[in-house]
Structures are given as C-alpha cells and as structure tokens.
C-alpha cells in the first residue's frame, strides 16, 4: 500500500481538471451509488480554511475527503465528504484516508475536536479510529447520520 501518496490543497490552489475528478467522484460515490439526492456543492469547498485531501496512486484519484476549520460545519474542526473510488475499496484505504485527515486536523487545529455527520453504517469503522457518537441518529438527505466527534490526546 506504499505506492499511495496524499496531497492537499486549498480550493484556489486545485486545477480544473483535479476538481473535476473530485466532484465527479464524489457524485459518483454520494448521489449514484448512494442513491442521494442532495446538493453537494455547498460553499464549503470554496471557503479559505478548507483543506482538500487527495489520496492518489499513480497520480489517479482513488480517494478524497475535506477539512474544514472550526465553525464552518461543527463549533469544531470537521472531516467530511471522506470517500474511496468503489475499484479501490476492501484494501483498507479508507483507514489510511482518514488516519491522514485527522493528523493533518490535528496539526492545523490542536486544541480543537474533529467532528463529523457520520452515516450510522459506519458508526463502528469511525469508532475504530477513536470517534465517540455525540447525537442520536438523525435522516440527512435520506440516510440515517449521527455525529461523532474525537479529541486530540
């Protein structure tokens, strides 16, 4: 798995055509296979704290997520649209994604939590990586969430 790099990158910083790969994997993942309906450009991506995490193998897009500063999402720092391209799955990446994306929330956001709407499907993965739920389930977009957060120790 060593031939998987990271990159990150502000909105303004990204190519075209890296955000078009971002955003028609994300519709892939969210919209088609999920089978959601929602409107997943949301300004966030836009905002200057915002923070795009590439995982890539030989410069393909198999992975993406976002942070997002404090008070953008969550009165704490946030890890969202977290994704791996279906071709890439059941290889652990997703484990490798997130382990990234909170070192790197931790660096920019010390003394913040990370907190996320996690789809409750994947309540025990997040509890594996030290999220404790902090709300009971809610329907976002049709699918059942809670939120989860994890505190820098």
């Known amino acids: ?5 990271f990159t990150t990158s502000a909105f ?5 055509s890296t955000l078009y790969s971002i955003l028609r994997l994300r519709s892939e993942v969210f919209v088609l296979e999920q089978t959601c309906l929602y409107q997943d450009m949301d300004n966030k991506d836009t905002q200057q704290d915002c923070e795009h995490v590439l995982m890539l193998k030989d410069d393909k897009l198999c992975g993406y997520a976002r942070i997002l500063a404090p ?16 071709k ?3 290889q ?11 070192k790197r929330t931790f660096e920019r956001y010390p003394t ?3 907190q996320i709407g996690a789809q409750c499907y994947l309540q ?3 509890e594996s990586l030290g ?11 049709g699918i059942m969430h809670l939120d989860m957060e994890l505190v820098h120790q």
Do not use: W
Not at 92 to 102: D, E, P, R, T, V
Not at 132 to 139: G, N
């Open 1 to 5: 798995m060593s031939n998987f790099t």
């Open 12 to 16: 303004n910083d990204l190519s075209a």
């Open 71 to 86: 008070n953008i999402s969550y009165s704490g720092s946030s890890i969202g649209r977290v994704l791996i391209a279906s």
């Open 88 to 90: 890439f799955r059941g």
């Open 92 to 102: 652990g990446l997703a484990k490798m994604l997130m382990a990234f994306c909170i």
């Open 112 to 114: 913040q939590p990370i």
């Open 124 to 126: 025990k993965f997040y």
């Open 131 to 141: 999220f404790v739920a902090i709300s009971e389930p809610y329907d976002e977009d």
